[in-house]
C-alpha cells in the first residue's frame, strides 16, 4: 500500500481545511501542486490540475497499490475514483458513472484514457482470450476516435472537439464484455476554417505527413499541408504530437478494431476527398458559372466512386421543386457554390466521424448475451465532454458548449447535495441547509420552449424571407432585455467591449462569455442541398453509400424541415442528463479537472467549494480532523481511522 502523505503536501481533502476560503483553496492547490501532487479530494470528488507534462504515477506499480483498496487508504488520485466506481459496480450490481468535466485544457481527455488502462489493467485475471480482444478494441478505439475528433487549439494540443459517453459493460465476474460510443456535437466547422494558431483535425495532417508516397500518390495528394485550403491555416502550427508516429499508430488502431482493408481505404478516400474539395474554385461570365480547373473534379469523382459529370452538376445547381410539383434546376452564384462545397466538405467530414464511431460500436457491443446463462449484465459509463469554453472569437459551437457544461454543473450540483443531504439525514448527523447558486436560470435561458435562446434561432431558420444574424440579435434583445443573465451592446450601450448588431452576452455559472451572433443561423440551420446527399447515396462505393442513408429520397419526397443543430443537441444533452442521473453513485464518482494555469479558473471554482462549504457545515465544532476524515470516508473504509 502506498504511504499515506505528509502535512508538507498540504491537505490532501479540501474537507480538512481549517477555514474555507477561497485564499486557502487555492493557496492548497498551489502547494500541492507545486510538490507534484497533482490531485486532491474534495470528500469523494476528485480535483485534478493539469500538469502539462508526463508525470511516473500511472505505471503497474501505482495500479497496484490502488487495486481492491478504499478512496482513503492511498493519496489521491484518479485511480483511486476509478477502482471506487469499479468496486460499486460489483459490489452492488448497480450500473456506475464517472464524470469528467473542467474547462477546455484541464486534461478530460487524458484523464479518461488513464480510467480506461486502469480498468482494463485489474480485469480478466484469468487473462481469457476473448475478454482480452474486447479490452483491446476499447483501448484502441481512444486512438481512433482522437485522430479523427481532436484537434489542436489554442489551449490544448489534443483539444476533444466533440464530446464523448462510453458505456463499458462488465458481467458478473466483473469483467469487460463490451460497450457502447455516443458522441456529441463534433465541431464540424472546423474543417473548413480555424482560428489562428489552430490546426484542424488531426487525421488530416496525419494523412498528409505520415502517409506514404505510395498512399498519397493513389489519392491525388501531397505531403505538404500548405498546398489545402483547410490545412494551410494550421500548417506552420507547432504541436507535440507526432503527425507521422500517431498516422501507423492509428493504421494499426483501425486494423485491430477489425476495419476491412476496403473500409480503411474508404476512410482515407473521403478525407482526400474534403481537402480536394477544399481547392475547388469557381468563376463567373456573368451568365453561368464554372468550377476554375476540373482535374481535381474528376479527382473527387474517382475518390467518392461517382460520376464526374454529376459530381459538377452538383456543385453548380441545385434542384428545386416547384410548388405544382415541378421539378428545375437553378443555378448557383459563386458566393452560393462556395458554400454549397464547404457545406459538402463539412458533412462529408460529419458523416465519416459518425460512421467511425458506429463502426466501432458494432465491434464492441455486447453479442448473443443471455442473462440466464451470463448473469447481471452492469455498465460504468465514463463521460469526456468538451470543458467550459471562453476564447477570442465565441460562437455558436461554444454556445452549445457551454449550455452543455450548464446542464452538468445543475446535475452535478443537485446530486452530490441531494445524496450527500441523505446520508447525513439517515446517519443522524446535524446539518444545516447550504444556500448556493442554482443555474437553472441560466439553463431556461438557453433552454426554455418558446423563450429560450435556441427557440428564438429556430424560430428565425423558419421565418420565410431573408433574416439575419443581426435580426435574431435584435430578437433576442427585445425578448430577453429584463434576463439578469443576459445583455448585448444595445441593452448596455456604455459597455465597449461589445459591438452594436455583432455581440451578446451571457452569465454563465463558470463567468461572462461574449458570443459573437456572426454565423449563427447558418450554422444552426446546418443546410446541405439534398442534391449533395443523393450523390453520395448514389456512388458506387457501398462504405460511402451507407454513410448516406438519407440520399434515397427525390426531391418531391422531401416534405418535412429537419430538425436544427440547436435543437438535436439539446435533445442529445437532456438524454445524456437523464442517463447519468439514474446511474448509482453517480456523483461518488464525479472527477472534476481545473487547470491552474488558466487566467479565468478561480471564478470557476465555486463548484468545487459548493461542496467544502456543505461538508465544513455538517460537522460539530469539537469534530477533529482526525474524525472529520472518519466520518466522510467511503463506509467500508472507515474501520481504518478508528
Not at 56 to 65: F, P, R
Request: proline residues 3%.
Amino acid at each position: 500500500m502506498a504511504e499515506l502523505e505528509g502535512l508538507e503536501f498540504g491537505k490532501s481533502d479540501f474537507v480538512l481545511l481549517d477555514e474555507v476560503t477561497m485564499e486557502q483553496f487555492m493557496d492548497n492547490l498551489k502547494l500541492r501542486f507545486e510538490k507534484g501532487r497533482i490531485y486532491t479530494y474534495i470528500g469523494e470528488v476528485l480535483v485534478s490540475v493539469n500538469p502539462y507534462r508526463q508525470m511516473d504515477i500511472y505505471g503497474k506499480e501505482n495500479i497496484d497499490a490502488y487495486r481492491g483498496r478504499e478512496l482513503y487508504e492511498n493519496p489521491p488520485h484518479l485511480y483511486a475514483v476509478s477502482d471506487a466506481a469499479y468496486k460499486a459496480m460489483k459490489r452492488r450490481a448497480k450500473d456506475t458513472c464517472i464524470v469528467i468535466s473542467g474547462e477546455s485544457g484541464a486534461g478530460k481527455t487524458e484523464a479518461s484514457k488513464y480510467i480506461m488502462q486502469y480498468i482494463a489493467a485489474i480485469t480478466n485475471p484469468s487473462q481469457r482470450a476473448e475478454v482480452e480482444s474486447v479490452k483491446n478494441v476499447l483501448l484502441k478505439s481512444n486512438c481512433v476516435l482522437e485522430a479523427f475528433g481532436n484537434a489542436k487549439t489554442n489551449r490544448n494540443d489534443n483539444s476533444s472537439r466533440f464530446g464523448k459517453y462510453m458505456d463499458i459493460n462488465f458481467n458478473f465476474n466483473g469483467d469487460p464484455t463490451g460497450g457502447h460510443i455516443n458522441n456529441y456535437l463534433l465541431e464540424k466547422s472546423r474543417v473548413i476554417h480555424q482560428q489562428d494558431g489552430e490546426r484542424n483535425f488531426h487525421s488530416f495532417y496525419q494523412l498528409l505527413r505520415g502517409g506514404s508516397n505510395e498512399m498519397l500518390e493513389s489519392l491525388h495528394l501531397q505531403n505538404d499541408p500548405t498546398v489545402y485550403v483547410y490545412t494551410r491555416e494550421g500548417a506552420a502550427t507547432t504541436t507535440s504530437n507526432n503527425d507521422r508516429t500517431s498516422h501507423k499508430a492509428v493504421m494499426n488502431a483501425l486494423e485491430v478494431i477489425g476495419f476491412s482493408k476496403e473500409e480503411i481505404d474508404s476512410v482515407f478516400q473521403i478525407l482526400a476527398s474534403i481537402l480536394l474539395l477544399g481547392n475547388l474554385q469557381f468563376e463567373s461570365d456573368g451568365e453561368s458559372v464554372q468550377i476554375v480547373g476540373l482535374d481535381a473534379v474528376n479527382h473527387v469523382s474517382e475518390l467518392t466512386d461517382t460520376d464526374p459529370e454529376s459530381v459538377s452538376k452538383t456543385l453548380l445547381h441545385r434542384t428545386v421543386a416547384t410548388g405544382g410539383g415541378e421539378v428545375i434546376d437553378k443555378g448557383h452564384t459563386a458566393e452560393e457554390a462556395c458554400f454549397g462545397r464547404d457545406a459538402f466538405a463539412k458533412a462529408l467530414y460529419e458523416r465519416l466521424f459518425g460512421w467511425i464511431v458506429s463502426r466501432i460500436n458494432s465491434v464492441i457491443e455486447v453479442k448473443d448475451y443471455n442473462p440466464v446463462l451470463h448473469g447481471k449484465n452492469t455498465v460504468i459509463g465514463v463521460l469526456d465532454i468538451y470543458g467550459f469554453e471562453i476564447f477570442d472569437n465565441n460562437s455558436f459551437e461554444q454556445f452549445c458548449i457551454n449550455y452543455c457544461n450548464e446542464k452538468l454543473q445543475q446535475l452535478f450540483i443537485e446530486i452530490i447535495l441531494r445524496q450527500e443531504q441523505g446520508e447525513y439525514q439517515r446517519e443522524g448527523i446535524t446539518w444545516q441547509h447550504i444556500d448556493y447558486f442554482n443555474n437553472q436560470i441560466i439553463v431556461d435561458l438557453v433552454e426554455q420552449p418558446h423563450k429560450g435562446i435556441i427557440s428564438i434561432l429556430d424560430e428565425a431558420c423558419l421565418t420565410v424571407g431573408k433574416v439575419t444574424d443581426t435580426v435574431c440579435l435584435d430578437s433576442m434583445d427585445t425578448k430577453l432585455a429584463q434576463h439578469p443573465h443576459y445583455t448585448s451592446r444595445k441593452l448596455s450601450p456604455t459597455d465597449k467591449s461589445m459591438d452594436f448588431q455583432k455581440h451578446f452576452r451571457i452569465r454563465h455559472y463558470a463567468g461572462d462569455v461574449t458570443y459573437s451572433v456572426e454565423g449563427f443561423l447558418d450554422k444552426n440551420k446546418d443546410m446541405l442541398f439534398q442534391d449533395f446527399k443523393r450523390l453520395m447515396y448514389n456512388s458506387a462505393n457501398p462504405v460511402l453509400k451507407e454513410m448516406w442513408p438519407d440520399g434515397h429520397l427525390s426531391i418531391t419526397e422531401v416534405t418535412k424541415r429537419p430538425l436544427t443543430a440547436a435543437t438535436l443537441f439539446k435533445n442529445s444533452i437532456v438524454a445524456l442528463v437523464d442517463k447519468l442521473a439514474c446511474k448509482e453513485d453517480a456523483a461518488h464518482q464525479f472527477g472534476l479537472s481545473q487547470s491552474l494555469y488558466e487566467s479565468h479558473a478561480i471564478p470557476r471554482l465555486p463548484m468545487c467549494r459548493c461542496g467544502v462549504f456543505f461538508r465544513r457545515n455538517c460537522s460539530t465544532p469539537r469534530m477533529t480532523k482526525y474524525a472529520a476524515r472518519k466520518q466522510y470516508a467511503h463506509p467500508s473504509s472507515r474501520n481504518m481511522y478508528t
